[in-house]
């Protein structure tokens, strides 16, 4: 019986994201299956990325018909949030731009179902540097329709090498990402600088920072990606939570604050830029974090779904953190599909509002100087 026999069609609860709101609208993420051994991605197998558990897979590895069996499931599963999505998020425990870890044929029956979805606009592939390169985007575009952009979301961490290298051990030297921004450029050059963009992950307050440098860390590597990209720059900022190989490896880093994530968020959208980069705080990690339901868990602050959304925030960040007091509700709010008629609801208000703040208007057309 070979091990891809055991492949959950289903995804489990936690790896089962439900949508939400973003800049662009509805915002929907599917976790395919890995095709590696064992189903983990191979930098989680060589015990690489100390703070990652999402590597590790879902038990099994996948085949093309488990996983064919999966997105059919998520089809008919979200068929009616689908009709809805803008932003369709693409993750599979690794690299989605491996072929190893994500074949050819799958992937082409990902991008046909992103295609047919009228109301999608830009689809996201998680992927390691190694695997992106000008003529696998240009593919993915050209198997998108042309009002459709491809982003590649890479795991930079932190720009300071001995934090991404050293202390996570992530083995993503500085010229392998500036390799990814020049192959994306390379890619906007010939589909179009408005169809392809980078999403950067960024790690905040990540082992290696201290309640004193995790911000200007979180500045220094959107600095850092912005001032080198030519093609259009977005982040996710994963305020840094206790995964089991995290707790292992660094027992005694806490968690990201609230306050550490506001002022991150703050410097994070101070960094000059000629196009006002979009920004996703991402706290739903596959259930990694092993103290989700702990008080000072940010799983329930409800002001970030709202940044998420709008994009918008006071400048004075204790004003944010007085908001979310004031707010008072510390349950978890799950968004089922049953919720879904009250997103959607907010999905237009919320686009419009980003349309709406002139510095937030998206200026795909531009690129930079350099
Ligand atoms: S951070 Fe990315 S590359 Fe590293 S183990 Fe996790 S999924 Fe794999």
């Known amino acids: 019986m070979s091990s891809a026999q055991f492949a959950a069609v289903r995804p489990s609860s936690d790896q089962l994201f439900e949508p939400v709101l973003d800049s662009y609208g509805l915002r929907l993420a599917l976790v395919l299956g890995n095709h590696a051994a064992d189903g983990q991605c191979p930098f989680f197998k060589a015990a690489l990325c100390h703070h990652c558990d999402i590597g590790r897979g879902e038990g099994a590895a996948f085949d093309l018909l488990t996983n064919r069996r999966r997105l059919a499931w998520y089809r008919e599963h979200f068929a009616d949030v689908l009709q809805s999505t803008a932003h369709l998020v693409i993750y599979n425990s690794g690299s989605v731009l491996n072929p190893m870890e994500m074949p050819m044929p799958l992937l082409e029956e990902v991008l046909e179902m992103a295609r047919e979805q009228t109301s999608i606009r830009v689809v996201s592939f998680d992927s390691r540097e190694s695997f992106v390169t000008a003529a696998r985007v240009m593919t993915l575009a050209n198997r998108l329709r042309s009002d459709q952009c491809v982003r590649i979301i890479l795991g930079i961490e932190s720009a300071s090498d001995v934090i991404r290298n050293q202390v996570l051990q992530k083995e993503m030297t500085d010229s392998g ?40 860390d979180a500045r220094q590597t959107a600095s850092h990606a912005i001032s080198r990209s030519r093609v259009s720059v977005d982040f996710n900022l994963h305020p840094y939570y206790p995964s089991k190989r995290g707790l292992k490896r660094f027992p005694d880093h806490p968690r990201c604050s609230e306050q550490i994530l506001a002022e991150s968020l703050h410097a994070v959208l101070d960094v000059p830029s000629v196009r006002r980069p979009r920004i996703f705080i991402g706290l739903n990690d596959e259930g990694h974090d092993t103290a989700a339901d702990q008080a000072d868990s940010l799983q329930t602050a409800d002001w970030i779904q709202t940044f998420n959304a709008t ?28 919720g879904f008629a009250h997103l959607l609801g907010n999905a237009g208000a919320s686009a419009q509002l980003f349309e709406d703040v002139p510095q937030l208007r998206d200026q795909t057309n531009e690129t930079k100087a350099n």
Do not use: K
Not at 205 to 211: D, E, K, N, V, Y
């Open 177 to 216: 990402i500036q390799r990814v921004l020049d192959q994306l450029a390379v890619a906007a050059d010939s589909v179009g600088w408005d169809r392809v963009g980078l999403d950067v992950n960024i790690v905040i307050g990540a082992p290696g920072t201290s309640r004193d440098t995790a911000v200007a």
């Open 311 to 338: 994009q918008v925030l006071p400048q004075n960040p204790d004003r944010y953190l007085q908001f979310f007091q004031r707010s008072g509700t510390r349950e978890r709010s799950e968004i089922g599909t049953s």
